[in-house]
């Protein structure tokens, strides 16, 4: 029987244009960056998931490393002006997985729906496990360009040693390719392009599926109204993300869980899945 854990490790606050960009192309960051409004303090969720077949852990959250002085680049805008974090050293997920009884050993697979910091923080933790993540975040997110671009590559573990997610063509509902995370091909990985360009998804398929969906978007309301973040490269990518994953949600009962929306986890433990109203079609939204 297959149990999912959301680990909570810490919070993060985002501007309100953040969460729910305005205006479009350059506009659109700059109403992010500049934005005085503050969203509330949200949660950073890690998942855990307890599978017959071994543990698979989907992100690991942020350190408490953040507060120390220098931790992120002081010269970047986004850090300067745009995001603020609370995290205890009890709530990283290492002591999370120990209280669990799961030691870092007992991880079979990691896997990162994209490596901005507050999903890529925990990685300290998890010597020694299979770490996976999309061939294409792992280039965006190294070196200078990923250090512009708001990533922390240099905070990464030295040895750390990305496995490449390799994705094949077996589709899940609207999703073309996916990689399977067990051998009874029940957990899944699929390609959720918008956040980030090369960002991923976990799906858990049981009774109902369980979409542990990175930051596809930050709460589920915004995923239903089919509204984009302020982040995403692309807005049009993002919204056929979005109308996808609506689309799955009418084919089989879908509990969406997002690292951001402080619902997740209480629509985790009521297992209350996302109901696509039939006046809201996605297509209405679609590319
Ligand atoms: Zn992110």
Redesign the pocket.
């Known amino acids: 029987m297959t149990k999912i854990y959301a680990i909570r490790t810490g919070s993060v606050k985002v501007r309100r244009g953040q969460r729910e960009s305005r205006g479009k192309g350059v506009a659109r960051t700059l109403n992010m960056l500049l934005d005085r409004e503050w969203t509330e303090w949200l949660p950073i969720y890690a998942w855990v998931i307890e599978h017959d077949e071994g543990i698979i852990v989907v992100d690991t959250g942020e350190t408490s490393r953040v507060h120390e002085r220098g931790y992120h680049p002081s010269w970047h805008p986004f850090y300067r002006r745009a995001v603020q974090f609370s995290v205890h050293p009890e709530e990283e997920l290492g002591p999370q997985l120990r209280a669990l009884g799961i030691a870092a050993r007992d991880v079979r697979h990691v896997v990162l729906t ?1 490596l ?1 910091t ?2 890529a923080g925990g990685l300290a933790h998890l010597t020694g496990a299979r770490i996976w993540v999309a061939e294409g975040e792992l280039r965006r997110a190294s070196g200078w360009g990923g250090k512009v671009g708001g990533y922390l590559p240099h905070r990464w573990p030295k040895w750390w040693d990305p496995e490449l997610l390799r994705f094949e063509e077996r589709p899940l509902g609207p999703f073309q390719r996916s990689v399977p995370l067990t051998k009874c091909g029940d957990v899944v990985a699929i390609e959720t392009p918008g ?2 360009p090369h960002h991923v998804s976990v799906v858990v398929q049981g009774t109902v599926l369980y979409f542990l969906a990175g ?1 596809t978007s930050y709460n589920q309301g915004l995923l239903m109204a089919g509204k984009v973040d302020g ?1 995403s490269p692309n807005e049009a990518v993002s919204r056929g993300t979005l109308a996808r994953i609506m689309r799955l949600a009418k084919e089989r009962p879908l509990v969406y869980l997002p690292s951001h929306d402080p619902e997740s986890e209480a629509r985790l433990a009521a297992n209350a899945v996302l109901v696509a109203e039939e006046g809201s079609s996605p297509a209405a939204f679609a590319q």
């Open positions: 994209h901005h507050d999903h956040h980030t930051d982040v």
